[in-house]
């Protein structure tokens, strides 16, 4: 089961013990916060960070700071627009809508796998993400994502950190 | 006979120019120009270009006005995407309400509601350069 739930933040308090992404260890109770930023001019828009390592459970928040312009986070699922499936095929699909800036959306995840998800107005730019369900294994037992690719711009497709990337550093940010 | 017709032609057009620079110098300008905030999820003011006014019907590319705080026309932008910039598309007659242009800033947009996809703003400001403070927050 996935849970998702829409927030507008409160700025000032009453955020959950949000994670501190720089931490290496991340416990399954506390929530990963992914950022929605993008530059002044609107010449560039990312998620920070762009592939996470997380445990089954574990909740994620995806919160706009970008104060000019909107964003989401949608998984590769084709209930949303008929996107390929990117994400396990047991997991539920989920779709912020447009998050205004400062306005946020949160995902429980609980099957392990990779899960892709894009910014719907910017997916054709690259702002895509990647979040890994599971626990790491030592020696390499997870593989590069062989995924439905269809219809998915080369923007995106040259975007997604890689698995074992991430697997490896827990954390991954756009270069 | 088509001087005779031309001349008309002209006159109106003219006229049509002089009444829409008119009633596009305050927020809001008049129909069929729309609040873009109301269109599509997006800030009602946007740092760096206003409050953004657009006809529907001219999407993607507008034009589309943007307005400082005090109301006052600060922009004419065009929004052009940029897999449009080909030998085969081109993008004519685009309409400037406000002729007044002091300068004139094109960059690039990786996209936002209502124009979702890469694209470049060509922005006519019809204001000073030292000017635009005044919309960037």
């Given at each position: 089961m996935t849970v998702a739930r829409r927030d507008v933040l409160s700025l000032g308090g009453g955020l959950v013990a949000a994670v501190s992404l720089s931490r290496r260890d991340v416990r399954a109770e506390e929530v990963v916060e992914i950022r929605m930023k993008g530059r002044a001019d609107g010449s560039q828009v990312w998620f920070d960070p762009i592939g996470v390592l997380i445990k089954p459970g574990q909740m994620v928040r995806w919160i706009n700071y970008n104060p000019g312009n909107s964003h989401t986070t949608t998984a590769y699922h084709p209930a949303n627009f008929g996107k390929p499936l990117r994400i396990p095929e047991a997991a539920k699909s989920w779709d912020s809508d447009y998050l205004l800036p400062e306005e946020s959306f949160s995902n429980t995840f609980t099957e392990q796998g990779v899960y892709d998800y894009l910014c719907i107005p910017h997916e054709h730019a690259g702002m895509v993400g990647r979040i890994i369900v599971g626990e790491p294994e030592p020696h390499g037992g997870w593989m590069e994502l062989v995924a439905a690719s269809r219809g998915v711009p080369d923007e995106a497709l040259k975007a997604f950190p890689m698995v074992e990337e991430i697997m490896a550093k827990r954390i991954v940010r756009r270069v | 006979m088509k001087k005779f017709v031309l001349a008309p032609v002209l006159t109106l057009a003219s006229s049509f120019c002089a009444i829409a620079a008119d009633e596009v110098a305050k927020a809001p300008p008049a129909a069929p120009f729309q609040q873009v905030s109301r269109l599509v999820k997006l800030p009602d003011f946007l740092p760096g270009i206003g409050q953004l006014f657009v006809?529907?019907?001219?999407?993607?590319?507008?034009p589309f006005l943007a307005y400082g705080r005090d109301g006052r026309l600060v922009s004419t932008i065009y929004m052009l995407p940029t897999k449009d910039l080909n030998p085969d598309k081109s993008f004519d007659?685009?309409?400037?309400?406000?002729?007044?242009?002091d300068h004139v800033d094109v960059y690039y947009n990786a996209g936002h509601p209502g124009v979702e996809e890469p694209h470049v703003h060509v922005v006519l400001w019809h204001v000073a350069a030292a000017s635009e403070a005044s919309v960037a927050k």
């Open positions: - | 006809d529907p019907a001219t999407l993607p590319a507008g007659n685009l309409a400037a309400p406000d002729g007044n242009v």
